[in-house]
């Protein structure tokens, strides 16, 4: 249920976030070589996803594990799937399936089969693996042709050719051996006077993988002279429609390399345009080392914007997208820049925090060089930032960074890497499960203020893929336009809530307007607040008050 009190105030106090880890019962040792950074191989940390695997209405987790020491295969306490019991979990059996000893690092969902439950792809340094959702509470490892055997990163799914079936595109990100890289000590590497591990830059690239859904469950490798042909470093991904022709590009945030977004051409073929759309390097010209990136229309122009984190002493980057996808960095002038400097940007999140029909950011932080904190030089666990759109309170969307006047939740150090965003407990807000390094993940709960009541829209594909994934989602309300996408890839090798929740200033939804990837429109209008099960096909098909 909708339960938590809806604030009316105009003006609100900075939003509180609790730590829920251990009340919520998650229990999860993040396993990633123990935190010893000899290799490039354990400085990326992994994720996880939030789904509805048994589709009751509620969010269960599911979080991908390393191995408690590099390149040992024989221990290690393998993945984690926990079941929803309303606001708290429980670890589901093994039957369940989803447990594996892999170097893992990231997850994403998606029903492949269109059968009306969510499966699940594991991304690995080795054998990725596929487990299709039986529908009666377990998974099966199913051999679809995307194992693979080199190091993916953060994967997504996404319908590019427009025939209902989700498609798949994987981030790759280098070639790695450890018997012929050098571990410090060696007076190989080093980071400013540091001796810290090789690579990426010096090591080989590997190229990303697309793959094209038979509609069998099984995919075929698809345009692989296209694909990443410089194998760069790809580390997150989201798909977004910048052009706004109903259907979704892919960008790719590259680590060292200039980032890059694939745009359709004719018969469904593919193109890079970051170079000439200004969304692969940043302002003045530079590669940076994206890590994370997200995607909104943060300004309420009615386009999807890009923002991208990257390494320490640089800042994280946010592109406002002209139209056409053709893009600008704006990122000092939107208040993002020196804010940034001292921290290193994993996950990052475009959502609204305060429930005010704007969209605010969230950043996990963490340092990849545990040599720089004995040496006395720098922290490597961080705190995460959290900004506030200030554009319903001035008219203009810039950001205000409040992360020390928002809780415990937004306090806490750690070496973050993944977020997932998510209701964990349906109580009409965002929630946040941050994962850290060999460490335990941290459930972040959304304790508030939230000015407007808010309506949740879940989304049934018919003739566009069952996901739905790639609908766009126009509310009116109070006089306040919204824009959302339907697509659960923003962050960090992770899979979010794929449910939407949109906040109404006028306390109802006077126009809903849902353009499915697919290409039919459904049209709702004067919808009150609270949950609504909408299909491509049949239109409302469950209505639920606050």
Same mark, same amino acid.
């Given at each position: 249920?909708?339960?938590?009190?809806?604030?009316?105030?105009?003006?609100?106090?900075?939003?509180?976030?609790?730590?829920?880890?251990?009340?919520?019962?998650?229990?999860?040792?993040?396993?990633?070589?123990?935190?010893?950074?000899?290799?490039?191989?354990?400085?990326?940390?992994?994720?996880?996803?939030?789904?509805?695997?048994?589709?009751?209405?509620?969010?269960?987790?599911?979080?991908?594990?390393?191995?408690?020491?590099?390149?040992?295969?024989?221990?290690?306490?393998?993945?984690?799937?926990?079941?929803?019991?309303?606001?708290?979990?429980?670890?589901?059996?093994?039957?369940?399936?989803?447990?594996?000893?892999?170097?893992?690092?990231?997850?994403?969902?998606?029903?492949?089969?269109?059968? *009306?439950?969510?499966?699940?792809?594991?991304?690995?340094?080795?054998?990725?693996?596929?487990?299709?959702?039986?529908?009666?509470?377990?998974?099966?490892?199913?051999?679809? *042709?995307?194992?693979?055997?080199?190091?993916?990163?953060?994967?997504?799914?996404?319908?590019?050719?427009?025939?209902?079936?989700?498609?798949?595109?994987?981030?790759?990100? /280098?070639?790695?051996?450890?018997?012929?890289?050098?571990?410090?000590?060696?007076?190989?590497?080093?980071?400013?006077?540091?001796? &810290?591990?090789?690579?990426?830059?010096?090591?080989?690239?590997?190229?990303?993988?697309?793959?094209?859904?038979?509609?069998?469950?099984?995919?075929?490798?698809?345009?692989?002279?296209?694909?990443?042909?410089?194998?760069?470093?790809?580390?997150?991904?989201?798909?977004?429609?910048?052009?706004?022709?109903?259907?979704?590009?892919?960008?790719?945030?590259?680590?060292?390399?200039?980032?890059?977004? !694939?745009?359709?051409?004719?018969?469904?073929?593919?193109?890079?345009?970051?170079?000439?759309?200004?969304?692969? !390097?940043?302002?003045?010209?530079?590669?940076?080392?994206?890590?994370?990136?997200?995607?909104?229309?943060?300004?309420?122009?009615?386009?999807?914007?890009?923002?991208?984190?990257?390494?320490?002493?640089?800042?994280?980057?946010? !592109?406002?997208?002209?139209?056409?996808?053709?893009?600008?960095?704006?990122?000092?002038?939107?208040?993002?820049?020196?804010?940034?400097?001292?921290?290193?940007?994993?996950?990052? @999140?475009?959502?609204?925090?305060?429930?005010?029909?704007?969209?605010?950011?969230?950043?996990?932080? *963490?340092?990849?060089?545990?040599?720089?904190?004995?040496?006395?030089?720098?922290?490597?666990?961080?705190?995460?930032?959290?900004?506030?759109?200030?554009?319903?309170?001035?008219?203009?969307?810039?950001?205000?960074?409040?992360?020390?006047?928002?809780?415990?939740?937004? /306090?806490?150090?750690?070496?973050?890497?993944?977020?997932?965003?998510?209701?964990?407990?349906?109580?009409?807000? @965002?929630?946040?499960?941050?994962?850290?390094?060999?460490?335990?993940?941290?459930?972040?709960?959304?304790?508030?203020?939230?000015?407007?009541?808010?309506?949740?829209?879940?989304?049934?594909?018919?003739?566009?893929?069952?996901?739905?994934?790639?609908?766009?989602?126009?509310?009116?309300?109070?006089?306040?336009?919204?824009?959302?996408?339907?697509?659960?890839?923003?962050?960090?090798?992770?899979?979010?809530?794929?449910?939407? /929740? &949109?906040?109404?200033?006028?306390?109802?939804?006077?126009?809903?307007?849902?353009?499915?990837?697919?290409?039919?429109?459904?049209?709702?209008?004067?919808?009150?607040?609270?949950?609504?099960?909408?299909?491509?096909?049949?239109?409302?098909?469950?209505?639920?008050?606050?």
């Amino acid at each position: 249920m909708l339960a938590k009190q809806r604030e009316s105030t105009e003006t609100l106090g900075p939003p509180q976030w609790a730590i829920m880890t251990n009340d919520a019962g998650i229990s999860f040792s993040h396993e990633f070589g123990g935190g010893v950074g000899d290799f490039v191989s354990e400085s990326g940390g992994s994720g996880g996803a939030w789904l509805d695997y048994d589709v009751d209405g509620r969010l269960d987790v599911f979080l991908v594990n390393g191995l408690p020491t590099w390149g040992d295969y024989s221990k290690g306490s393998g993945h984690t799937f926990m079941r929803s019991h309303g606001d708290r979990f429980s670890k589901a059996p093994e039957a369940a399936g989803l447990r594996d000893l892999v170097w893992g690092s990231g997850a994403t969902v998606g029903d492949v089969d269109n059968d *009306g439950f969510p499966d699940v792809f594991v991304t690995a340094l080795g054998s990725d693996h596929l487990y299709r959702n039986n529908g009666d509470g377990t998974f099966s490892a199913w051999p679809a *042709g995307i194992e693979g055997n080199d190091w993916s990163t953060s994967a997504t799914f996404t319908d590019w050719d427009g025939d209902g079936f989700l498609d798949l595109y994987v981030a790759k990100y /280098l070639e790695f051996d450890e018997e012929e890289i050098p571990v410090p000590g060696d007076g190989a590497c080093f980071y400013g006077t540091v001796e &810290v591990f090789c690579g990426p830059e010096g090591l080989v690239g590997t190229r990303d993988k697309f793959y094209r859904n038979n509609g069998d469950g099984t995919f075929l490798p698809w345009m692989e002279s296209e694909i990443d042909p410089d194998a760069t470093y790809g580390f997150a991904l989201i798909d977004i429609d910048c052009d706004n022709d109903g259907r979704s590009e892919i960008y790719v945030a590259n680590d060292s390399n200039i980032n890059l977004l !694939y745009r359709r051409t004719r018969n469904a073929g593919i193109e890079d345009w970051a170079l000439f759309g200004g969304a692969g !390097y940043s302002g003045d010209g530079r590669e940076q080392a994206g890590m994370g990136a997200t995607s909104a229309d943060y300004d309420g122009d009615g386009l999807f914007d890009v923002f991208v984190t990257n390494f320490q002493n640089d800042y994280n980057t946010l !592109y406002d997208n002209r139209g056409d996808c053709n893009f600008e960095d704006v990122t000092a002038r939107r208040g993002l820049a020196t804010s940034s400097f001292a921290y290193m940007g994993w996950s990052a @999140h475009f959502f609204d925090v305060d429930g005010d029909a704007d969209q605010d950011l969230f950043v996990a932080n *963490g340092h990849i060089h545990p040599q720089f904190e004995q040496a006395g030089i720098e922290p490597y666990a961080q705190r995460n930032l959290l900004y506030l759109n200030q554009l319903r309170e001035t008219g203009t969307a810039d950001f205000s960074e409040v992360s020390e006047l928002s809780g415990e939740g937004m /306090l806490a150090i750690a070496s973050s890497r993944g977020a997932l965003r998510g209701d964990y407990d349906n109580d009409g807000d @965002h929630d946040l499960l941050v994962t850290n390094i060999n460490d335990k993940a941290e459930l972040l709960r959304n304790n508030g203020p939230i000015r407007f009541p808010v309506l949740r829209l879940v989304l049934i594909g018919r003739s566009s893929n069952r996901s739905a994934y790639g609908a766009q989602i126009r509310v009116e309300s109070g006089g306040i336009s919204q824009l959302l996408e339907l697509r659960v890839s923003d962050g960090y090798v992770g899979s979010n809530d794929p449910r939407t /929740l &949109v906040y109404l200033p006028g306390g109802t939804a006077d126009f809903i307007e849902v353009h499915w990837p697919g290409g039919s429109v459904t049209q709702l209008e004067q919808e009150e607040p609270g949950w609504l099960l909408v299909d491509e096909l049949q239109g409302v098909i469950a209505r639920r008050s606050p």
